[in-house]
Nanobody, 120 residues
Framework: QVQLQESGPGQVKPSQTLSLTCTVSGGPITTNDYDWAWIRQPPGKGLEWIGRIAYTGNTDYSASLKSRTSISRDTSKNQFTLQLSLSSVTPEDTAVYYC??????????WGQGTQVTVSS
């Protein structure tokens, strides 16, 4: 059973950079065979696509967040992690952030999500 666990600071100050990590466990290290994504849900709103990293290592991002977003992956230490970096945050970036694995037709595994609040 593949498990995803997001981690990071629960609170970030405006203008700072938000950095989150998603640790993937329970599956083979060949997780490079999949595409992975970050998605968020602001309070009272629906899910919002942030971006993804493909099995090739290529990335693509939401047009509205592209200038501030970076997604990467790390397979060192016999562990697979995804990283999300979102710069120049504002209170509008307050949300629950999720990592997810992409398969044909949708998502098959999700993390439980991590709450991030942008506040001074």
């Amino acid at each position: 059973q593949v498990q995803l666990q997001e981690s990071g600071p629960g609170q970030v100050k405006p203008s700072q950079t938000l950095s989150l990590t998603c640790t993937v466990s329970g599956g083979p290290i060949t997780t490079n065979d999949y595409d992975w994504a970050w998605i968020r849900q602001p309070p009272g709103k629906g899910l919002e696509w942030i971006g993804r990293i493909a099995y090739t290592g290529n990335t693509d991002y939401s047009a509205s967040l592209k200038s501030r977003t970076s997604i990467s992956r790390d397979t060192s230490k016999n562990q697979f992690t995804l990283q999300l970096s979102l710069s120049s945050v504002t209170p509008e970036d307050t949300a629950v952030y999720y990592c997810t694995r992409l398969v044909s037709g949708g998502h098959d595994y999700w993390g439980q999500g991590t709450q991030v609040t942008v506040s001074s």
